[in-house]
């Protein structure tokens, strides 16, 4: 595989019994550990967002084998089941926290599960998890007014910096989904890479604030799986999700216009 294309793992809740809202994206912790077992047979080194927005930013040069582990919104099993595995085979990761969905000071509720405290979290950063931000309430950006946005979007790198003591660099839209003007409002907030989903390998050309996502679900079988790191029959993996994302797509803009004409008439 060319170093100049990258899988990029998204990965949500690890649990036995995740709830009804996010079993469909959730991996058992059995399922986690053999997914990481492979990629340690297969030789990858996993990094973190920020070593790759680094290291196609001043070509440095990148392993052999990269890969991103991913993992969005802070679910508590992040802590309890992957970290675990993560630190048995020395792998770096990245989560995306919703701050306003982690357990404690700055909650918001809307949670969809059980989610990390901020002591987790800052067990996962000590442990060399780099934490990115995913907003603060979880909504879908591109659908917000300007003021609405840039609230998401620099309270939740706010929090982070506060609670950490480092401001993140990295960030993964909610849902997958952003436009130009969400992707400069991430970029005007301090952050120097942004994720997308795609399901497809993130390649330099689609530029630091849109790298592509594959999806890591319950039903991904290992064999599945080892086709997502090598990058192989991904259309025809993921061709259901491409047609509902276009479809949801024409949904989205059409709510933009609204949107915009009733900002206009006020």
Same mark, same amino acid.
């Given at each position: 595989?060319?170093?100049?294309?990258?899988p990029?793992?998204?990965?949500?809740?690890?649990?036995?019994?995740?709830?009804?809202?996010?079993?469909?994206?959730?991996?058992?912790?059995?399922?986690?550990?053999?997914?990481?077992?492979?990629?340690?047979?297969r030789?990858?080194?996993?990094?973190t967002?920020?070593?790759?927005?680094?290291?196609?930013?001043?070509g440095?040069?990148? @392993?052999?084998?990269?890969?991103?582990?991913?993992?969005?919104?802070g679910? !508590?099993? %992040?802590?309890?089941?992957?970290? @675990?595995?993560?630190?048995e085979h020395?792998f770096?990761?990245?989560?995306?926290?919703?701050?306003?969905?982690?357990?404690?000071?700055?909650?918001s509720?809307?949670?969809?599960d059980?989610?990390?405290?901020?002591?987790?979290?800052r067990?996962?950063?000590a442990?060399g998890?780099?934490?990115?931000?995913?907003s603060?309430?979880h @909504?879908?950006?591109d659908?917000?007014?300007?003021?609405?946005?840039?609230?998401?979007?620099?309270?939740?790198?706010?929090?982070?910096?506060?609670?950490?003591?480092? @401001?993140?660099?990295?960030f993964?839209?909610?849902?997958g989904?952003?436009?130009?003007?969400?992707?400069?409002?991430?970029?005007?907030?301090?952050?120097?890479?942004?994720?997308?989903?795609?399901?497809?390998l993130? !390649?330099?050309?689609?530029?630091?604030?849109?790298?592509?996502r594959?999806?890591?679900?319950?039903?991904?079988?290992?064999?599945?799986? !080892?086709?997502? %790191?090598?990058?192989?029959?991904?259309?025809?993996?993921?061709?259901?999700?491409?047609v509902?994302t276009?479809?949801?797509?024409?949904?989205?803009?059409?709510?933009?216009?609204?949107?915009?004409?009733s900002?206009?008439?006020?």
């Open positions: 595989m060319s170093v100049d294309r990258v990029i793992l998204m990965y949500h809740s690890v649990a036995h019994s995740p709830s009804r809202a996010t079993y469909g994206l959730s991996v058992s912790p059995e399922a986690f550990a053999a997914q990481m077992r492979l990629l340690a047979e030789r990858f080194t996993p990094l967002a920020q070593r790759l927005a680094k290291a196609w930013r001043t440095s040069g990148l @392993p052999e084998k990269p890969v991103l582990i991913t993992f969005d919104d679910y !508590e099993g %992040v802590h309890r089941h992957a970290l @675990p595995t993560l630190v020395g770096a990761a990245t989560l995306f926290a919703s701050t306003g969905w982690v357990r404690g000071a700055h909650e509720g809307g949670a969809l059980l989610m990390l405290s901020w002591d987790q979290v067990e996962l950063a442990a998890v780099e934490i990115g931000g995913h603060h309430s @909504p879908q950006l659908q917000l007014t300007d003021a609405q946005l840039w609230f998401e979007v620099a309270r939740c790198r706010e929090i982070l910096a506060e609670e950490l003591g480092e @401001p993140p660099v990295s993964a839209y909610p849902y989904y952003s436009d130009r003007r969400v992707r400069d409002t991430v970029r005007a907030a301090g952050f120097t890479i942004s994720l997308a989903v795609g399901n497809a993130a !390649e330099r050309p689609q530029g630091p604030y849109a790298l592509e594959v999806t890591v679900r319950r039903s991904t079988g290992l064999g599945e799986f !080892e086709r997502l %790191v090598e990058g192989r029959g991904l259309g025809r993996l993921f061709v259901r999700d491409r509902l276009k479809g949801y797509a024409v949904v989205r803009r059409t709510r933009q216009v609204v949107r915009k004409a900002e206009a008439r006020v």
